[in-house]
């Protein structure tokens, strides 16, 4: 398998070609404080259900993520990762550096000083920025007061100049909302997109606003202006010739060729009991992604992987919470458990309706440059049936490995639908395998 650049922060399921995952770990080693209460973090009601974590000694961490974990490297998360204790930092990273050659962590930005760019270089240590815009735009990322809120906005986005100018280019995420990605607001949003295009940041995760049943939930769009949002920056990116690579069009690029090796965890029929894309290792033990939980008690994660929810929404109809008759359903599988009907994991996204405008959208662009999408293919029924036969087993698989096997390997690289989804070229990325935005938009 090749392995591309760490993405910090972003949940990504790596798969080799059967599909076994190579999972994400992140170390939280202040639990999940924070030195901001940010109105839509999906941590809020564990915060109130568990008390502040207090400084342990980081080789109980260290110990732990030897003996549980499964990985090829870790990221240090929260909360607010910087609240560490700068020694434990570099004990972290120490170890990370000396075990794998880097390390990685996802910060809001605000504490970045300058005994942490020594440690970032000395570590080679990978910076997420989690941060929506300049201004205004940031306001959700609450700070206890408007003032302080725009003052810890202004710091983020200093250090986040500080950080390329260092020579250390981050990745972000940013969550988009009524602040930054409304018809009002969405002028402002794509010239600063232009503006981080310019610093050399290549590497954006848009995440949509999931609702918590919190204040910050009257801030998130509708399925309908979510789609309008994402085409609108593709198509502006297209024109502007933005040199950046946001998640959510390459792995749609992707999935759409069948490429499903590389992509984040909302599009791996992701388990939330025990999810495959990331391990959560603190105190307390071993958790899996947050995301799935909305009422504030976290769970360890359980010993077997199980994949009941994609088959189950497969067989469900959609005016039950289910995927029934959908022909995105093998790209798609219901999205991420945390963002189900109705704050239950149970059903399909929420945001169905946006990913099926946006798929209807990308596939039309595919077609446009003579590239026949999955979803389209005479063989869609018999990729399906695979797929499904591997979840109702137990065992995770790629439909790029149930292409590549239909037919007992009788379905080869002259045929021209494989020869489409570039499957000759094997695991080694090319042309616009992580380009995700030249070809189509």
């Given at each position: 398998?090749?392995?591309?650049?760490?993405?910090?922060?972003?949940?990504?399921?790596?798969?080799?070609?059967?599909?076994?995952?190579?999972?994400?770990?992140?170390?939280?080693?202040?639990?999940?404080?924070?030195?901001?209460?940010?109105?839509?973090?999906?941590?809020?009601?564990?915060?109130?259900?568990?008390?502040?974590?207090?400084?342990?000694?980081?080789?109980?961490?260290?110990?732990?993520?030897?003996?549980?974990?499964?990985?090829?490297?870790?990221?240090?998360?929260?909360?607010?990762?910087?609240?560490?204790?700068?020694?434990?930092?570099?004990?972290?990273?120490?170890?990370?550096?000396?075990?794998?050659?880097?390390?990685?962590?996802?910060?809001?930005?605000?504490?970045?000083?300058?005994?942490?760019?020594?440690?970032?270089?000395?570590?080679?240590?990978?910076?997420?920025?989690?941060?929506?815009?300049?201004?205004?735009?940031?306001?959700?990322?609450?700070?206890?007061?408007?003032?302080?809120?725009?003052?810890?906005?202004?710091?983020?986005?200093?250090?986040?100049?500080?950080?390329?100018?260092?020579?250390?280019?981050?990745?972000?995420?940013?969550?988009?909302?009524?602040?930054?990605?409304?018809?009002?607001?969405?002028?402002?949003?794509?010239?600063?997109?232009?503006?981080?295009?310019?610093?050399?940041?290549?590497?954006?995760?848009?995440?949509?606003?999931?609702?918590?049943?919190?204040e910050a939930d009257k801030y998130a769009l509708s399925p309908k202006e979510y789609a309008e949002a994402f085409i609108d920056i593709a198509d502006f990116c297209s024109k502007e010739n933005i040199d950046i690579e946001f998640d959510v069009f390459h792995d749609i690029n992707s999935l759409l060729k069948g490429k499903d090796n590389y992509t984040t965890c909302m599009f791996n029929n992701c388990d939330p009991l025990n999810t495959a894309s990331v391990d959560s290792i603190d105190y307390d033990g071993v958790r899996g992604c947050g995301r799935p939980n909305k009422n504030g008690v976290d769970w360890n994660k359980c010993k077997t992987m199980g994949f009941e929810r994609s088959y189950m929404l497969y067989h469900i109809p959609q005016e039950n919470g289910g995927c029934k008759d959908c022909k995105y359903f093998i790209i798609c599988r219901g999205n991420c458990p945390g963002n189900g009907i109705d704050g239950d994991w149970r059903n399909r996204s929420e945001y169905c309706e946006m990913w099926k405008i946006l798929f209807d959208y990308f596939e039309k662009k595919h077609l446009e440059v003579g590239i026949v999408p999955i979803t389209m293919s005479p063989s869609l029924k018999r990729i399906e049936r695979a797929l499904l036969d591997s979840l109702r087993a137990g065992q995770r698989t790629t439909i790029e490995y149930i292409i590549n096997n239909l037919d007992n390997n009788t379905y080869s690289c002259n045929n021209e639908y494989i020869s489409h989804l570039d499957s000759c070229h094997g695991d080694v990325p090319h042309g616009d395998s992580y380009e995700n935005h030249n070809d189509f938009q």
């Open positions: 398998i090749h392995h591309p650049p760490i993405e910090v922060g972003v949940f990504l399921l790596l798969l080799d070609k059967k599909g076994e995952s190579l999972m994400t770990i992140e170390i939280r080693p202040v639990g999940i404080n924070c030195n901001l209460q940010c109105k839509y973090c999906y941590q809020w009601k564990m915060r109130e259900e568990s008390p502040a974590t207090k400084r342990k000694d980081p080789s109980k961490l260290i110990e732990k993520l030897e003996n549980t974990a499964s990985g090829d490297y870790f990221t240090l998360f929260g909360g607010e990762a910087l609240l560490t204790p700068i020694e434990d930092l570099e004990t972290y990273w120490k170890y990370g550096y000396e075990k794998y050659g880097q390390n990685g962590i996802q910060t809001n930005g605000v504490l970045i000083n300058d005994r942490h760019i020594e440690l970032f270089k000395k570590y080679n240590v990978h910076v997420g920025i989690s941060f929506d815009g300049t201004g205004s735009m940031n306001d959700l990322r609450w700070a206890g007061s408007l003032e302080k809120t725009r003052k810890c906005t202004e710091m983020t986005w200093n250090n986040v100049k500080r950080l390329v100018k260092e020579g250390i280019i981050p990745s972000m995420i940013i969550t988009l909302h009524e602040l930054n990605a409304s018809k009002k607001n969405i002028g402002k949003f794509k010239e600063w997109i232009k503006e981080i295009d310019s610093l050399g940041i290549w590497s954006i995760r848009l995440h949509i606003l999931e609702k918590e049943d919190c």
